[in-house]
């Protein structure tokens, strides 16, 4: 099994930056293909991107490519997400999520969720 914990969430004004990070326990976090969704208020569960377990392919939702970044370190069992340019329609629950095997846009579902971490944009 494997636990999520997000953090580095916080208010930000619009077009200011932030970096969330998630720590995964387990032994084989390389196996995993990593992920962040979010859910706003009102909204649906939405995928925002994800990474292979190498960290040579990434997936970003049309909404926030060129604008956040995943990266990966498997060294130290951790995942971030490299949030710029933010705007106030990102403010949501920010997920980290796992899933068994090669993908990365998690098509087939997720296997671990994190509890969330809160990110509001204020305008």
């Known amino acids: 099994q494997v636990q999520l914990v997000e953090s580095g969430g916080g208010l930000v004004q619009v077009g200011g930056s932030l970096r969330l990070s998630c720590a995964a326990s387990?032994?084989?976090?390389?196996?995993?293909?990593m992920g962040w969704f979010r859910q706003a208020p009102g909204k649906e569960r939405e995928f925002v991107t994800g990474?292979?377990?190498?960290?040579?392919?990434?997936a970003y939702a049309e909404s926030v490519k060129g604008r956040f970044t995943i990266s990966r370190d498997n060294d130290k069992n951790m995942v971030f997400l490299q949030m710029n340019s933010l705007k106030p329609e990102d403010t949501a629950v920010y997920y980290c999520a796992a899933t068994r095997g090669a993908d990365l846009i998690f098509r087939y579902g997720v296997n671990y969720w994190g509890k969330g971490t809160l990110v509001t944009v204020s305008s």
């Open positions: 990474i292979s377990g190498s960290g040579g392919n990434t």
């Open positions: 387990g032994r084989t976090f390389s196996s995993y293909a």
